[in-house]
């Protein structure tokens, strides 16, 4: 039986990297072991196989006409395709060959033929794996603004390498967020303060609004557009529209969640239609009022009577105590049954609750 060789050199037999099989057992373990092997041994393709499969950058080591071997070759850029830069003859100009290296890695663009830089298609299969792809693309194709919106649609962080010219258009910049929100962190800061660019993130992810500046912010459209999409995108919103009465009231009724209340100001936790709004359309958005209409025996019965979830976020200790909300026979009901045993109200109303 061959003893599995050690891919250190200095401790073998020299004899041994002549023995094929020998050979054949230290590449199938660390195929760039075979740099150690005799010269017929790298022309093996039996060895040079077993090498690639393990590691494809072992073709470096394999003799010039393995290298120009198109099935060889394409086993090792499939396991590594940074192997693509010790294909010999005109290997890197097979279509087959470089599609299959930047796929498996992207940057592999980097050592395939010009004209092969130069197809779109191959071009945006790498970018999608690496967008530092981007840079190793024909001339023309940087400067084609439809080729680059493809490019950023399918890898958002490509826009990073696209021209000084495009990064300063606008309607560049607007086009690369509508097709992918994750665009807008890459955009120059003006477009980020550009409430229509931020708007057409937001549209397809409210949490993009945490890469806006200030303006797009403080937009009531562009955060409302945002809360349709993620409710905790309110936690992005300025301070003056989470402070805003009339706006978080709109919110709420948008949301129909608990995530607003839990990121508007404490004076507003501790406005009762507020909340009383906000436990309507959510009962669990009571745990972020304040700890004083948490204890407040009256507006949670109001609230109860709107959404029997309430009583999930009620302070326990309202509910052990001998004078507690326990021994109200209505939300008893509520607790045992998970509903409210009386005809309940639903006005958005608090003092008409």
């Known amino acids: 039986m061959t003893q599995l060789a ?60 393995l290298r120009a071997d198109y099935a060889l070759a394409l086993v090792a850029v499939q396991q590594s395709g940074s192997a693509l830069q010790f294909v010999s003859g005109d290997l890197h100009k097979n279509q087959e060959i470089v599609l299959a290296a930047v ?4 940057s592999a663009l980097l050592y395939a033929a010009d004209e092969l830089r130069a197809d779109a298609d191959i071009v945006v299969e790498a970018v999608e794996r690496s967008s530092w792809a981007l840079q190793c693309a024909s001339r023309a194709l940087r400067r084609d603004r439809d080729f680059l919106l493809k490019a950023v649609e399918r890898r958002a962080s490509a826009f990073k390498f696209v021209s000084p010219v495009m990064h300063k ?30 708007m057409a993130a937001v549209r397809q992810d409210g949490t993009a609004l945490r890469f806006a500046s200030l303006a797009p912010r403080d937009d009531r459209d562009v955060v409302l557009e945002a809360l349709k999409r993620d409710a905790s995108a309110m936690q992005y919103a300025s301070e003056e529209l989470r402070s805003d009465r009339e ?41 972020y009022a304040c700890d004083e209409l948490n204890q407040d025996k009256d507006l949670i019965r109001k609230s109860v009577r709107r959404n029997t979830d309430v009583i999930k976020s009620v302070n326990n200790s309202l509910l052990s105590t001998s ?18 045993s009386m005809q309940s109200g639903v006005g958005g109303r608090l003092d008409a609750a």
């Open 169 to 198: 258009d606008r309607d560049f910049s607007l086009a690369a967020v509508a097709r992918n929100c994750d665009c807008l962190p890459h955009v120059l800061d003006e477009f980020r303060n550009d409430c229509e660019v931020v």
């Open 323 to 340: 004078d507690s909300l326990r021994d109200d026979p209505e939300l008893s009901a509520v607790e045992n049954d998970g509903h409210v």
């Open 6 to 65: 050690v891919v250190d050199s200095d401790s073998d037999n020299e004899s041994n990297w002549s023995d094929h099989d020998f050979v054949l057992a230290a590449v199938t373990t660390s195929g760039p072991s075979l740099k150690y092997a005799a010269e017929a041994l790298c022309a093996d393709r039996t060895i040079a196989l077993a090498a690639v499969e393990q590691d494809g950058l072992a073709l470096q080591f394999c003799s010039d006409e």
């Open 247 to 287: 706006f978080v009231l709109e919110a709420i009724a948008i949301e129909k969640g608990h995530l607003v209340l839990r990121y508007i100001s404490d004076d507003l936790k501790r406005d009762r239609q507020v909340v009383f709004n906000a436990v309507g359309e959510a009962g669990l958005a009571f745990a």
């Open 103 to 106: 796929r498996s890695d992207g």
